[in-house]
């Protein structure tokens, strides 16, 4: 038996069985029905499990009804689980911890849920939440589920701009944020961009979190304190039930193009696939597991892995408000230790710091309790998965590597950790209900496993986006044109090994992936670009250590910046002008690592932008094939001020 192998003592508990497979395999729909009654309580039971006959356009369990916070919070309290702790909250403060249970989420849930009503928010309202880490945006999320209003979070990473665009996209009608964040200990301003933002925006009220008790500015007509509106409301609020294709929430993600898609997901079938993958995929117990995601809920993995499918099953986790160094680089390890977690699903990025700082660091602490490990975001290289299974996992915890997407809603390729034998750095397979295949450029299934192509998911499944944001056109051209109108195109590169694993190799289109998160090659060039000094810019991800990709900008200057900064060398300057510019546009996240000051960009005789060369360039690679380049002296002019520079 290979070492990876399941043990019997894991297997015989596991939640995932081998027969999912074959049931999945016999029946689709018939799997995904008996799924939505396992995991999830309808008011209403479904008549139809899949309408998929004006594909691509799906609804999922048709004529269902139900409510989702009744299903991540009272149905717990009503079957005798109240006071099972759903969230320890471990603060960057430590007197601000706090255990959390069903019953007091209830209560909150409800408070903002009535908070929310009383400031306007009804059933199909856009709710705008711009939150860190803390219970409130759970409770902000549950209660806009419980009303029936979409919510839209953005991660308190992004600026006012990027704000701003999300907010007059969704024309949501509320702001929900918090006076400041601690970052590192330290105390740093959130209202701040929310104020920066909604001016002339359909958001018209703004509902203020005290966090930090930092000094903010304060418009009397739009922004109401949380402790005066949610605070004193009544800890009661009927959930009535919606229909099953009812929208859950949006959440915007980067694309090939300038513009962030809203991503749409809806009630039924996204909650029973949340439920469900978190189960089987994490071998979740709610009764006595310590369940710990690291995501951050701004991102899909903290909506599906923190919120929806964790407390959908009635979980007990950790929030955790901090970054892995701070307050220290043991701080992960002390978590597992105090809180006895047995579950971890956190980010290969994540993995491979902790492997840069040394495995003494994890040695220090108890982490007997862990028996699931898991992966997100984008591949795990094979010798950091063996770190994380040898120093994290004690040489033999399962690691589920989890393949999915902001528009899959949930886990669509992973091992199942009682009945896989696992592949180090491969995601393996689709979870049971779920088909994936690799295919080549024309359609056809891959069979040489050194060949490489495209994953396309072949049939719908329940927690599928529903579409783009007002933007049905979008939807059909991005997803369901490639291939086909009902094959799914991922946007991921793959290939099949010689035991059928799938591999995923990155994307295909013009979309990085730093440190687990998208960023448009695009959305960053038109930052560059609305800069007054900046004439044309290019942008490609570089292959990077730690954070798996790095953002690497090429820039040509306007002939004016041009001369002023030849003149006064003040190149350095204006580089360190532009990232900020970059991030004042975007985000901290979207900084450069580097930008390169260029005379010309290598483009095809048609304009094109040959990323393919650059990416050569900042790889410190020996560039490929020029022919195809208007002008093929480009690159040698390119290469030679890299040296220049250093
Ligand atoms: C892209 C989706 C899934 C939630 C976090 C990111 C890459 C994600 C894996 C994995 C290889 C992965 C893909 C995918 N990716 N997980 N386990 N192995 N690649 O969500 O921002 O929507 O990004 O992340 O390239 O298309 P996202």
Redesign the pocket.
């Known amino acids: 038996m290979s070492d990876y192998a399941p043990s019997t003592k894991f297997a015989d508990q596991a939640v995932g069985k081998a027969a999912l497979y074959d049931e999945a395999a016999a029946d689709h729909e018939g799997f995904w029905a008996a799924r939505a009654r396992e995991y999830v309580t309808w008011s209403k039971d479904f008549d139809t499990t899949l309408d998929w006959s004006d594909a691509p356009f799906a609804k999922w369990f048709v004529g269902g009804e139900l409510n989702v916070a009744y299903n991540c919070v009272d149905r717990h309290v009503e079957a005798g689980n109240g006071d099972r702790v759903a969230i320890h909250f471990v603060s960057a403060n430590d007197d601000d911890d706090r255990a959390i249970t069903y019953a007091e989420m209830q209560r909150e849930v409800a408070k903002a849920a009535n908070g929310l009503a009383s400031l306007g928010v009804e059933k199909g309202d856009r709710v705008a939440i711009y939150m860190q880490m803390i219970p409130e945006t759970i409770f902000t999320m549950l209660a806009c589920a419980r009303i029936g209003a979409p919510h839209s979070l953005v991660f308190a990473g992004f600026s006012a701009d990027a704000l701003r665009a999300r907010i007059d996209d969704a024309d949501a009608k509320i702001v929900v944020t918090s006076d400041g964040q601690f970052r590192k200990g330290k105390a740093m301003p959130l209202k701040k961009a929310v104020d920066d933002a909604v001016a002339g925006t359909s958001a018209k009220k703004v509902l203020v979190v005290k966090r930090t008790g930092i000094d903010v500015a304060w418009n009397d007509d739009r922004d109401v304190w949380w402790d005066d509106v949610v605070t004193p409301a009544s800890d009661t609020h009927e959930a009535v039930a919606h229909d099953s294709e009812h929208p859950l929430f949006l959440l915007y ?1 980067s694309g090939t193009t300038g513009k962030p898609k809203g991503i749409l997901h809806t009630t039924g079938g996204y909650l029973v696939q949340c439920a469900y993958s978190n189960a089987v995929v994490h071998d979740l117990h709610p009764e006595t597991d310590v369940y710990w995601c690291t ?1 951050d809920i701004g ?3 903290g909506h599906s892995y923190i919120v929806y499918g964790p407390m959908a099953n009635g979980a007990t986790q950790i929030v955790f408000e901090g970054t892995p160094d701070s307050p220290h680089k043991g701080v992960f390890w002390e978590i597992v230790q105090k809180y006895g977690v047995s579950i971890l699903y956190t980010a290969p990025t994540a993995i491979r710091t902790f492997m840069k700082w040394g495995h003494d660091i994890p040695e220090g602490y108890d982490l007997s309790s862990l028996r699931v490990l898991g ?6 290289n094979p010798e950091a998965w063996r770190w994380y299974r040898e120093h994290i996992g004690g040489g033999d915890t399962p690691i589920v ?8 809603g949930a886990i669509m ?2 091992p199942l950790p009682g009945v896989t034998e696992l592949e180090p750095g491969s ?1 393996q397979a689709p979870i049971p209900g779920i088909h994936a295949e690799v295919l080549d450029d024309d359609g056809n299934k891959l069979t040489d496993p050194d060949a490489v192509g495209y994953l396309v998911l072949t049939k719908p499944w329940p927690a599928m986006l529903r579409g783009v944001w007002r933007d049905p056109q979008r939807y059909k051209d991005t997803y369901w044109s490639r291939f086909g109108p009902d094959l799914y195109f ?3 590169g793959a290939k099949y090994d010689e035991k059928g694993n799938i591999w ?1 190799l ?2 295909v289109d013009d ?1 990085m ?1 730093v440190s ?3 960023m448009s090659t695009a959305e960053i060039e038109s930052a560059l670009v609305s800069h007054d000094k900046v004439a044309e810019a290019a942008v490609v991800g570089a292959t990077d250590p730690t954070t798996g990709q790095a953002i690497e900008a090429f820039v040509i200057l306007r002939q004016d910046a041009a001369d002023a900064a030849d003149s006064a060398d003040e190149g350095g300057e204006l580089v360190t002008e532009l990232r900020n510019h970059v991030a004042t546009q975007i985000g901290p996240i979207a900084k450069p690592r580097s930008i390169m000051i260029v005379s010309e960009l290598p483009k095809t005789r048609s304009g094109k932008i040959m990323r393919r060369l650059l990416k050569d360039v900042a790889e410190n690679r020996e560039v490929g094939d020029v022919t195809t380049l208007a002008d093929s002296s480009v690159m040698s002019l390119i290469q030679d001020g890299m040296k220049s520079s250093g």
């Not at 992966?375 to 795990?380: A, Q």
């Open positions: 993600t995501a991102w899909v993995t992966s997100v975001g984008e591949p795990i590597d989890t393949w999915w997407q902001t528009e899959t390729n992973s995601s991922a946007g991921d995923i990155g994307r979309v992936n687990g998160h998208r």
